[in-house]
C-alpha cells in the first residue's frame, strides 16, 4: 500500500492490547489550489463532467442554437454578382519579353508588370468613383461613396491578369444595374485615362533628345579632330610611347603593318561572307555553325537576341511540322502558324544585318586605326622632341574632351533607355481591357447560409454549453466522485456508502437480529418487499467492506480503537459510527461506540438509548466506567458509552488525564472502540482523541462535503499529528457495486454469513 496508507507502528501493553501509539506518520501534502485546473482535466473526467452537467450543456446549446436559427430566419437574403476584366494582354509577356530586357538599362527601369494592389486602389478612389456613384444616384438616390465601398470589393482574381468586380444588397435589379455602369465606366478609364502620365512622359523625353544629341556629335567630332590632329590616344600609352619610341620604332612599324594586313584581309573576307549571308534564303540564319560562313557564323552566335529570334523560329517550324500531321495545308493552325514564321523573318534578317554590320564597322574602325597608328611611327623620329614638349598640354586638353564626352553620352544613354522602356508599357497597357465574364447576378442569396448558420449554431452551442459545464465545474467547489475525492488527498478509500433514494440514508438496522450458529454468525434481516431489498442490502455490504478494510490496516497489530468524524457538519460520520459499530458486532466482534461528541451528540437517538448519563459525567464524576455502558437492544455485543450531559468546556474533558484513562481501560476490555466525535473544521475535539487512538476515518459527503474544508482539516489533523486511517465516502450515486447484489438476489435469501 501507498505511504499515506500505513499507520504508526502500535506499542503494546502486557496483555497484548493496544497502548497509546507514539508519533503519527500521516505526512499527506495538498495541492495547492482547491479546485482541480481545467488543464489538468484528463479525457475521463472531461466525460465525467459532462455526464453530470448534462444539462447545463443542453439548455445552453439549446438556448443559442436557437438564437441563431432565429436570427438566420428573420436575416433578409442578400445577393451578389460578379464581372470580371482582363486588364493585361494574354500574350504580352512572351511576345515583348525580348524587347523589354534591354542589356546595360538598369533593371528597376524595366516594366514588371501591373502593380495590381495600386491598381485597386485608383479604381476604388474618390477621384474616379465619384462620377460613377453622381450617375448611380440619378436612379438610386440613397447611394454614397461609403455605403459603395462597404458593399463593393474589387480583387485579383487568383494569379491570372483578371481583376473581379463583386456587390453585394438585398436588391437584384440595384446589383445588375451598378455592375453593368461600373463596367462601362472601368472600360472608359482603360481607354482613355490610363496613358495620359506614360505620353507627357514619352513627349518630355522627345524634347530633350535633341539638344543632347548635338552635344554627344559635337564633342564626339572635337575628340576626333584632337586625336587626328595630334596622333593622340591616350596620355599614358603616349608617355609610353614617347620612352620607348626612339629604340622600337622599327620594330613597331612592322608590327603594325603586320596587322593591318591581317586585318584588312579579314574585313575583306568577312564582306564577302556577310554579303553572301544576307543574300542567301533566311533558313542560313537557323545555321551558324556551318564551316563555309565561320566568321559569319561566330558573329551571329554571339548575337543573343539573334539567337534568341532563331531559337523562336525553330520552335515555330518544328509546331508546324508536328501539326502538319494532323490538320491539312489550309487549316487555321497552319496557316497562323506560317503567318507568325513570315512575320518573324523579317526580324531574324534585319538582326541579322544589325549584328554584322556592327563587326563590319568593327573592323572597319579597327582598320583605319592601325593605318593611322603607322603614319604616327613613320613621323615618331621627326616628331619626337615636339611631342614631348607638347604631352602636358595636350593630355590635358584629351582629358577634358573625354569627360564632356562621356558625361553627355550618359545624359543620352539614360534619356534613351527612359524613351524605349515609356514606349513599351505604352504598348503594353494600349491594348484595352475587355470584360470577359458580364455582369451576374446569382440566384442563391449568399446570405444567410441557413445550412451553415444552423450547423455552426449547433456547434457553438455545444462548445459554449460544455464551456458552461467547465465553468459550473470550477465553480462548483463539493466533490461528486469518489475519484475526485482520492485524487484530491492521496488517501485510500476505505468505504463507499450508497445513495439510497427509497429509505432514509444509512438509517439503523431496526429490527434486523443475528444468528449464531455452527458455521458462524448470520445477519437475518427483517422481512422486505423485493424493492425495498434492492435499495437496503447494499448499505449492509458497504460496512462491512467498511470493517473489512479497517481490519486490513492493521493486518499485524490489530486496530482496536479508532475515531469517525467529518470535515463539517452534515457528513454522516454519527450513522457511519453507528452502522460500522453494528456491521463490527455482527461479524462477532466486542464492539464498544463512545459518544465523544460533548457538543451536538446523536448516537443515542440514532440507537434509541437513553442520555442521562455517559462520558461527560464519567470525567467530571467518580461514576464508573461500567455503570455508564448501555447495551444495544439489536446487537449482545455491541455496548455504547452515549454523550451524558453537555458540559460547559467539552475540550477540557477531553484533553484531562483522566479521559486518557478511560480509553486505556476501553481498549482493553473491548475488541473495537469506536470514537463519535465533532466536525474537525474549527473544533478540536477529533483530534485530541485521535491522538490517543490508532487513527481517524475521515467521512467526506459526495455533493456536499466543500474541498477546502476537507483540505482544511486535512491540515488540522498534520499538525495534530493525528493518523488519518483512510476516508469513507457516503453518498454516493449510481455506485458500481451491484455485483454482491447479483449474488445476493441469485440465492433468494434474506441471511448474509458474517
Known amino acids: 500500500m501507498e505511504e499515506q496508507q500505513r499507520t504508526q507502528p502500535q506499542s503494546f501493553e502486557k496483555n497484548g492490547k493496544y497502548s497509546q501509539p507514539s508519533l503519527p506518520t500521516y505526512t499527506n501534502s495538498l495541492p495547492n489550489n482547491s479546485h482541480q485546473s481545467s488543464d489538468d482535466l484528463d479525457l475521463r473526467q472531461l466525460v465525467t463532467i459532462i455526464r453530470r452537467r448534462i444539462a447545463v450543456i ?30 493585361e494582354p494574354v500574350t504580352t509577356e512572351n511576345n515583348l519579353e525580348g524587347l523589354t530586357q534591354i542589356p546595360g538599362v538598369n533593371s528597376n527601369l524595366q516594366q514588371e508588370g501591373l502593380d495590381y494592389s495600386t491598381q485597386i486602389q485608383v479604381l476604388l478612389s474618390p477621384e474616379l468613383m465619384t462620377p460613377i456613384i453622381n450617375q448611380l444616384s440619378q436612379r438610386y438616390p440613397d447611394i454614397e461613396y461609403k455605403s459603395m465601398l462597404k458593399d463593393m470589393t474589387i480583387a485579383r482574381f ?55 544629341q548635338l552635344r554627344v556629335n559635337s564633342l564626339q567630332r572635337q575628340l576626333q579632330q584632337f586625336r587626328q590632329q595630334y596622333n593622340f590616344i591616350d596620355p599614358e600609352v603616349k608617355a609610353q610611347q614617347l620612352s620607348q619610341q626612339v629604340d622600337n620604332v ?86 497562323a502558324l506560317r503567318q507568325k514564321r513570315e512575320n518573324l523573318l523579317p526580324v531574324l534578317k534585319a538582326e541579322a544585318q544589325r549584328v554584322l554590320g556592327n563587326k563590319l564597322v568593327e573592323l572597319s574602325t579597327k582598320i583605319s586605326g592601325l593605318e593611322v597608328r603607322l603614319a604616327e611611327i613613320s613621323a615618331a ?88 459545464a467547465l465553468l459550473a465545474e470550477r465553480l462548483d467547489n463539493v466533490f461528486h466522485t469518489p475519484e475526485d475525492l482520492r485524487d484530491l488527498t492521496k488517501l485510500p478509500l476505505l468505504g463507499i456508502v450508497p445513495f439510497n433514494k427509497g429509505l432514509k440514508q444509512l438509517a439503523p438496522l431496526a429490527q434486523a437480529k443475528v444468528e449464531k450458529k455452527a458455521e458462524g454468525y448470520k445477519l437475518v434481516l427483517p422481512s422486505m418487499s423485493n424493492t425495498q431489498n434492492e435499495t437496503y442490502f447494499p448499505f449492509v455490504e458497504a460496512f462491512r467492506s467498511l470493517h473489512t478494510n479497517i481490519n486490513f490496516l492493521g493486518s499485524d497489530t490489530p486496530i482496536n480503537s479508532l475515531v469517525v468524524s467529518s470535515a463539517q457538519k452534515g457528513d454522516g460520520k454519527s450513522t457511519v459510527s453507528v452502522q460500522l459499530a453494528q456491521a463490527a458486532a455482527a461479524m462477532g466482534q466486542r464492539v464498544l461506540l463512545v459518544d465523544a461528541d460533548l457538543r451536538l451528540p446523536q448516537v ?10 455517559g462520558l461527560s459525567n464519567i470525567i467530571s464524576s467518580n461514576l464508573p466506567v461500567y455503570e455508564a455502558i448501555q447495551r444495544s437492544p439489536l446487537w449482545d455485543n455491541l455496548f455504547v458509552i452515549a454523550s451524558g450531559q453537555i458540559p460547559p468546556d467539552p475540550i477540557k474533558l477531553l484533553s484531562s488525564k483522566k479521559m486518557q484513562n478511560i480509553m486505556v481501560q476501553l481498549r482493553t476490555e473491548f475488541d473495537l472502540v469506536i470514537y463519535d466525535t465533532p466536525p474537525i473544521l474549527g473544533l478540536a475535539d477529533s483530534s485530541i482523541v485521535a491522538t490517543h487512538t490508532a487513527g481517524i476515518v475521515l467521512v467526506v459527503r459526495m455533493g456536499k462535503t466543500d474541498r477546502t474544508v476537507v483540505r482544511q482539516a486535512l491540515d488540522g489533523l498534520k499538525l495534530s499529528r493525528a493518523n488519518v486511517l483512510g476516508l469513507v465516502v457516503n453518498g454516493v450515486k449510481k455506485h458500481s457495486g451491484n455485483a454482491y447484489n447479483y449474488y445476493y438476489y441469485k440465492a433468494h435469501t434474506p441471511s448474509v454469513n458474517s
Not at 62 to 77: M, N
Not at 304 to 328: C, H, M, N, W
Not at 394 to 422: C, G, I, M, P
Request: no cysteine; proline share 4%; aromatic share 6%.
Open 58 to 87: 443542453g439548455s445552453v446549446a439549446i438556448s443559442l442554437a436557437a438564437g441563431i436559427g432565429f436570427w438566420t430566419f428573420t436575416q433578409q437574403p442578400e445577393h451578389e454578382g460578379t464581372f470580371r476584366l482582363l486588364v
Open 158 to 212: 487568383e494569379k491570372t491578369k483578371i481583376l473581379e468586380v463583386s456587390y453585394q444588397d438585398t436588391d437584384k435589379a440595384k446589383i445588375q444595374f451598378i455592375l453593368q455602369q461600373l463596367a462601362k465606366e472601368y472600360l472608359k478609364y482603360s481607354l482613355q485615362e490610363r496613358q495620359t502620365n506614360l505620353r507627357q512622359g514619352i513627349q518630355f523625353v522627345d524634347s530633350q533628345l535633341p539638344e543632347l
Open 604 to 613: 443515542h437517538t440514532r440507537l434509541g438509548l437513553s442520555n442521562e448519563q
Open 381 to 468: 623620329e621627326n616628331e619626337l622632341n615636339r611631342s614631348v614638349e607638347q604631352l602636358p598640354t595636350l593630355a590635358r586638353q584629351y582629358t577634358d574632351l573625354q569627360r564632356e564626352l562621356k558625361v553627355a553620352t550618359e545624359s543620352l544613354n539614360r534619356f534613351l533607355e527612359k524613351r524605349e522602356s515609356l514606349q513599351i508599357e505604352n504598348a503594353q497597357n494600349e491594348i484595352p481591357w475587355q470584360v470577359i465574364a458580364a455582369p451576374k447576378v446569382e440566384k442563391e442569396p449568399i446570405s444567410p447560409n441557413i445550412k451553415r448558420n444552423l450547423v455552426l449554431g449547433a456547434i457553438a452551442g455545444i462548445m459554449a454549453g460544455i464551456a458552461a
Open 250 to 335: 622599327e620594330l613597331q612599324r612592322l608590327d603594325t603593318q603586320k596587322e593591318l594586313a591581317e586585318t584588312r584581309s579579314l574585313y575583306a573576307s568577312f564582306q564577302a561572307q556577310s554579303g553572301a549571308a544576307l543574300a542567301d534564303n533566311p533558313a542560313f540564319y537557323a545555321a551558324t555553325n556551318s564551316q563555309e560562313r565561320s566568321d559569319t557564323a561566330q558573329a551571329l552566335k554571339e548575337a543573343p537576341v539573334y539567337q534568341k529570334l532563331v531559337g523562336q523560329l525553330r520552335d515555330i517550324e518544328s509546331q508546324i511540322g508536328a501539326d502538319s500531321t494532323r490538320f491539312q495545308d489550309d487549316s487555321p493552325n497552319i496557316v
